[in-house]
């Protein structure tokens, strides 16, 4: 762990602070991964640290926060349209009709339909 502050020097060597300074250490490479594990999501700031410092731990936390709160509103809203779709499909089942080519055709043509399948089956298969 950190145990200077990479940002403004605070020295300064409470638990809380030591978690703090990691955190600023890791988002200060971009390191998103380590910065979570040290604790981001419960971040809250060195006491020995400037505001600037302090801001940057509680922006980077609120930021996260909001990407994995929107995050669980896109799955929800998934899971609504699949279940909604699911109650959908068997009243859509119900309720297109079967047709057959031929009765869709005028009369003259389902017949005329009907003598070319009738020809091709004694022809047989080629």
Do not use: F, W
């Not at 801001?55 to 930021?63: G, L, S, T």
């Not at 896109?74 to 057959?100: H, I």
């Amino acid at each position: 762990m950190a145990t200077v502050c990479p940002a403004c020097s605070c020295t300064l060597a409470t638990p809380d602070s030591l978690a703090a300074h990691a955190l600023l250490a890791a988002l200060s490479v971009d390191d998103l991964d380590r910065a979570l594990a040290s604790g981001l999501l419960d971040g809250r700031g060195c006491t020995g640290c400037n505001d600037a410092c302090n801001a940057q731990i509680i922006d980077a936390r609120d930021a996260r926060l909001r990407a994995l709160a929107a995050r669980d509103r896109y799955r929800a809203r998934s899971a609504r349209l699949l279940q909604r779709a699911a109650e959908r499909a068997p009243k859509r089942a119900l309720v297109l009709p079967s047709t057959s080519t031929a009765d869709s055709l005028p009369p003259a043509a389902a017949a005329a339909l009907e003598r070319a399948i009738a020809k091709a089956a004694e022809r047989g298969p080629r």
